[in-house]
C-alpha cells in the first residue's frame, strides 16, 4: 500500500549545470538557478537549445499532473495566452533511482506588481485592473476560474508592460470546489462566500489584490470583515477613484468580469472628464495638481490601449 | 447517476496514545472496513516534532490507508483541508490503480504510464473527488494539552465544511472527542451536511489524562454503520426524487 507518500519530502535540489533529461521524450535540460518553490513544486531557470525556459518539478505526481491538464486545457482557449505557454511534460529519474515529475513552460521575466507600481506610479493601477479584467473574462467565457489570484501569482512583463498570470495551480472549472487557494484572498476565510468556483470567487480576489498592493503586510480578519475591508479601500489614497466599485465587487454585486471592467473604464472616463472639467472653470486655484490627476488618467487609459493592440 | 461514498476517520491530536489497544490496529481494522484513517498531530508553537510521536502518527495514517501530517496550530485549516482531499485522491487513485493492474498487469501503476495517459486518467480521478459524497468522522483528542488548542480546531471544521461544501457531491460530518466519560469516545456533534452549528457545542468539550487512541478509533469506526446517518442521506435522496418530480 503506497500512502502519504506525497507528504514525504524527498527535497529535491538541483544545481546551476545539472542536466534533467525526460523519461518519454528524452530532452535535455540545463539548470541555471531556482526562480522559486511553492506547495506543490520548485521551479527553476533552464535553457533549452540555448533558450531559456521554466521548469517546474516535484515529487507529487498527481498534483503535477492535475495541473499540467490544466495548462493544457488553456493552450486550447483563443487569443492571447491566459498562463504560460506549456512547452514539454516528462519524468526524470534521479541518480539514486526517485522519480519526479516535470513540465517546462515559457519563461516570462518581469517585476512584482506592487514593486512596480511603486516605481512607475498608481496611474498603472487602473491600467493592471483593465488588464486583469480582460483576461478574467476570457479565463470565465472559456468555463474556468482562476482560484488562487493573487499577488505571487502575478508578474508584469515589459514591452509592452502587461501583467500575467505565472501560475494556474488553483484554476478549477466552474461549478466545482476551488483547487487551492490563499486565506487572505479568499472570501471564504472572510466569511463573504462559498469557495465554489464561479466569476464572482475571482472578482472578490481581483479586489484582495489591489488592497494587498497598498498593505504589504496585509492583517488580520475581524469580527465584522465587510467592514474592516471597506475601511482598508477608503484609506488608500490611489484606491479613492476606484472604490465604489471594488466595494461592490467584494461583495458579489458583479457577475461578470466584464461588467465590472466596463465600471472601471467608466470611472476613468469619468473622472478624465471631470478634471478637465473643474481645470477650465477655476484656473488658477488646483490648477497643477488637477492637471495632474487628469494627465494620469490619460495616461493610463493611453497605456491600457498599446497594451491590448499589441 | 449515483457515485460512491467515501468515508474518512479525522484524528486530531497531539500526543501519543497510552492506553487500550495499538491505534495502528484499529486504523487497520478501520481501513478493511473501507474507511480511512487520517491523522493530524498539533504542535505547541515551542514544541519541534518528537519522533516517537511522529512515528506513531505516520504508522496510524499508514495502516488506516490515509495521509499524516504534523503542523502548528496557525496552520491547521490549511492542513485539514490538504489533508482530507490528498486522502480523497489518494483513495480514488487506489481504485484506479487496481484496475489499471487488472487490465494491464500487476505491476502496472498509474506512474509507469507516459504523462499524456496519466493525465487523462487524472482527469477522471478528478472528477470523481468532486462528484463523490463524502463522510467524514473527526476525532479530537481532549486530553488537558489539547485545551488551548480547540478554538484553532473548531475554526479549521467550519473552514473545512465551507471547502468541502463547494464541491459537487454530498458531505456529512460528525465529530466525537476522545475520552469520553465512561466511554471510550464521546459524541460532540452527530451526522450532519454542515458544521457551522458547531459554534454552541464545542465549549463542552472536557479534558482529561489520558489518551486511549486505539479505542476511539475502532469506536469511530462502528458510528458509520449508524441509523441516523443512513436516514440522512435515503431522507435526502427522497426528496430530490420529489423535488425533479415537478
Known amino acids: 500500500m503506497k500512502t502519504n507518500r506525497a507528504w514525504k519530502k524527498q527535497d529535491i535540489d538541483l544545481q546551476p549545470g545539472q542536466t534533467i533529461s525526460g523519461k518519454w521524450h528524452h530532452k535535455s535540460y540545463i539548470i541555471k538557478g531556482r526562480l522559486g518553490a511553492g506547495a506543490i513544486g520548485t521551479v527553476y531557470l533552464c535553457t533549452v537549445n540555448g533558450k531559456h525556459a521554466a521548469l517546474k518539478i516535484s515529487d507529487k505526481g498527481t498534483s503535477m499532473t492535475v495541473e499540467v491538464n490544466v495548462l493544457k486545457s488553456l493552450q486550447k482557449v483563443q487569443g492571447n495566452r491566459l498562463g504560460p505557454y506549456l512547452l514539454d511534460v516528462d519524468d526524470w529519474v534521479s541518480p539514486q533511482g526517485n522519480t519526479y515529475s516535470f513540465y517546462v513552460m515559457e519563461y516570462l521575466k518581469g517585476e512584482e506588481m506592487t514593486r512596480f507600481i511603486q516605481k512607475n506610479g498608481s496611474a498603472w493601477v487602473g491600467v493592471f485592473m483593465l488588464q486583469l479584467l480582460d483576461d478574467l473574462e476570457r479565463f470565465h467565457q472559456s468555463g474556468w476560474v482562476f482560484g488562487d489570484l493573487k499577488l505571487d501569482n502575478l508578474i508584469v512583463v515589459h514591452s509592452p508592460t502587461k501583467v500575467r498570470f505565472i501560475d494556474v495551480g488553483g484554476t478549477t472549472q466552474i461549478g466545482r470546489a476551488i483547487k487551492e487557494y490563499t486565506e487572505f484572498y479568499d472570501r471564504g476565510y472572510w466569511g463573504m462566500g462559498t469557495r465554489r468556483a464561479e466569476p464572482r470567487y475571482d472578482l472578490f480576489a481581483f479586489v484582495m489584490v489591489f488592497i494587498n498592493v497598498f498593505y504589504p503586510k496585509r492583517f488580520d480578519r475581524g469580527a465584522q470583515s465587510e467592514r474592516i475591508l471597506f475601511k482598508k479601500i477608503d484609506d488608500v489614497k490611489a484606491l479613492i477613484p476606484y472604490r465604489q466599485v471594488l466595494k461592490n465587487a467584494l461583495v458579489g454585486k458583479y457577475q461578470t468580469s466584464a461588467e465590472m471592467k466596463q465600471e472601471i473604464t467608466n470611472v476613468l472616463y469619468s473622472t478624465q472628464q471631470r478634471r478637465s472639467r473643474k481645470k477650465n472653470a477655476k484656473k488658477d486655484t488646483h490648477a497643477p495638481f488637477l492637471m495632474e490627476a487628469g494627465g494620469v488618467t490619460i495616461v493610463a487609459i493611453g497605456y491600457y490601449l498599446v497594451s491590448i493592440l499589441i | ?246
Request: hydrophobic share 35%; glycine share 8%.
Open chain 2, 1 to 246: 447517476m449515483r457515485k460512491g461514498t467515501l468515508k474518512q476517520i479525522l484524528l486530531l491530536t497531539d500526543g501519543c496514545s497510552n492506553r487500550g489497544e495499538d491505534p495502528s490496529v484499529t486504523a487497520a481494522l478501520a481501513y478493511q472496513q473501507g474507511i480511512t484513517v487520517n491523522v493530524i498531530g498539533i504542535l505547541d508553537d515551542d514544541q519541534t516534532e518528537d519522533s516517537v510521536e511522529l512515528k506513531e502518527i505516520e504508522e496510524i495514517a499508514l495502516s488506516g490507508g490515509g495521509v499524516s501530517q504534523i503542523v502548528y496550530s496557525e496552520s491547521l485549516s490549511q492542513t485539514v483541508q490538504m489533508v482530507t482531499k490528498q486522502a480523497m485522491t489518494q483513495t480514488l487513485q487506489g481504485f484506479v490503480n487496481k484496475e489499471l493492474k487488472q487490465i494491464l498487469g500487476s505491476n502496472h501503476t498509474l506512474e509507469d504510464l507516459d504523462p499524456e495517459k496519466r493525465g487523462e486518467i487524472m482527469e477522471v480521478v478528478e472528477d470523481l473527488g468532486e462528484m463523490s459524497d463524502l463522510e467524514v468522522l473527526v476525532l479530537v483528542d481532549t486530553s488537558a494539552s489539547m485545551h488551548n488548542k480547540l478554538q484553532t480546531v473548531k475554526e479549521s471544521l467550519i473552514d473545512l465544511s465551507i471547502s468541502l461544501n463547494s464541491r459537487i457531491g454530498r458531505n456529512r460530518f460528525a465529530i466525537y472527542s476522545f475520552p469520553g466519560k465512561r466511554k471510550d469516545i464521546q459524541k460532540v456533534f452527530d451526522w450532519s451536511p454542515q458544521l457551522d452549528a458547531i459554534s454552541t457545542v464545542f465549549p463542552k468539550l472536557t479534558s482529561g489524562g489520558i489518551t486511549p487512541t486505539g479505542p476511539a478509533i475502532r469506536e469511530a469506526m462502528y458510528q458509520f454503520g449508524k441509523k441516523s446517518l443512513l436516514r440522512s442521506f435515503r431522507d435526502e435522496d427522497k426528496s430530490g426524487l420529489e423535488e425533479t418530480g415537478y
